[in-house]
């Protein structure tokens, strides 16, 4: 068995490196009963088929841990670091170390998911800053792509290769969270099918309530039903007022359907300067500033791109 050695340094957060089941469950069984040793709280945030592994794996002590599906907690990543990281840290008793193992990347997931999966693996070592909490991200070596691997390497500052025996954390001479960021930051992709069946409007600050009932009004002939509906309508409204406070008073706003899905998209001549806007949990007494959390909260996924010329947010949602 192998287990995540301790440094002095206050937040760990090293890739898992593995292949196969037993690699898997060497690396993370261990990393959590060194945990529970120590009395540190643990979450397990996993695929449901490598949740149950680790379950299994643990016994009786999984009755001590937090286990959440990764497929449903962060089937979007932008929801990952204040909805499921920062929610089980942040509610542990202050200067007892924190222990999760959070797989936010497993085959399976789509290239149009990837772009949002990468940036929040390199942003969780900005979010967690002289936190005292250790992240653990396992990958899978036999299943994902070379390219995501060395994307591991760009977003971890050390990794641990379950199969060599040691199990010990390394450097990663590769490791530059900032790059990928802004590698990632791409332009959106085009529409797929025949983009003037999407409905696009412009809006300012008188027309924000007749463009919010068009867009839900078009979401629902698209088959959008029920609370994914009235998330939409959510989403919607808190992106478009953006735009008018924050994005020069005005902004385009599309709805269409694609595989399976009802998209919005918002378009404004704004800058979001912040990557870790929307990602961070908001204050008790913070007043205002929940728009883009509210949007990562409840979209199945979200992606953003910002430039010199404005900024699209784009919101997936299931019918």
């Known amino acids: 068995m192998s287990a995540v050695a301790e440094t002095f340094e206050p937040f760990l957060h090293p890739a898992l490196f593995y292949a196969g089941e037993q690699e898997y469950l060497d690396g993370t069984v261990s990393f959590v009963r060194a945990g529970l040793a120590a009395g540190d709280p643990v979450a397990v945030a996993v695929p449901g088929e490598n949740l149950d ?36 840290a942040d509610a542990q008793p202050h200067g007892r170390r924190v222990r999760i193992i959070g797989e936010p990347i497993w085959a399976g997931r789509t290239t149009t998911e990837y772009p949002a999966c990468v940036q929040h693996e390199a942003l969780i070592n900005a979010a967690f800053r002289g936190r005292t909490v250790s992240i653990l991200c396992p990958y899978d070596t036999r299943r994902l792509d070379p390219h995501v691997i060395a994307d591991a390497y760009a977003t971890h500052p050390t990794v641990i290769h379950a199969g060599t025996g040691t199990g010990a954390e390394r450097d990663s001479r ?6 990928v960021v802004a590698r990632y930051n791409e332009p959106l992709p085009p529409l797929l099918g025949m983009p003037s069946l999407a409905l696009s409007l412009s809006f300012a600050a008188d027309s ?3 463009a919010r009932h068009l867009a839900t009004d078009e979401a629902a002939r698209l088959g959008l039903t029920g609370t994914r509906l009235q998330d939409l309508a959510l989403v919607t409204a808190e992106l478009a007022t953006n735009s008018v406070v924050h994005g020069g008073g005005s902004g385009t706003l599309r709805v269409w359907a694609e595989d399976g899905y009802v998209l919005c998209e918002v378009h404004d001549k704004g800058h979001l300067a912040d990557p870790l806007a929307g990602r961070r949990p908001a204050a008790r007494d913070q007043r205002g500033g ?7 909260l409840v979209a199945d996924l979200v992606r953003v791109h910002t430039d010199g010329e404005g900024t699209t947010v784009r919101c997936w949602f299931a019918r």
């Open 290 to 296: 929940r728009g883009l959390l509210m949007v990562n």
């Open 53 to 88: 592994l680790i379950r299994t794996g643990l016994g009786a002590d999984a009755d001590a841990v937090r286990l959440l599906d990764m497929r449903e907690a962060g089937r979007n990543p932008g929801r990952i670091i204040p909805g499921v990281l920062r929610a089980f």
């Open 174 to 179: 590769a490791y530059a969270p900032e790059d």
């Open 208 to 210: 924000l309530a007749p």
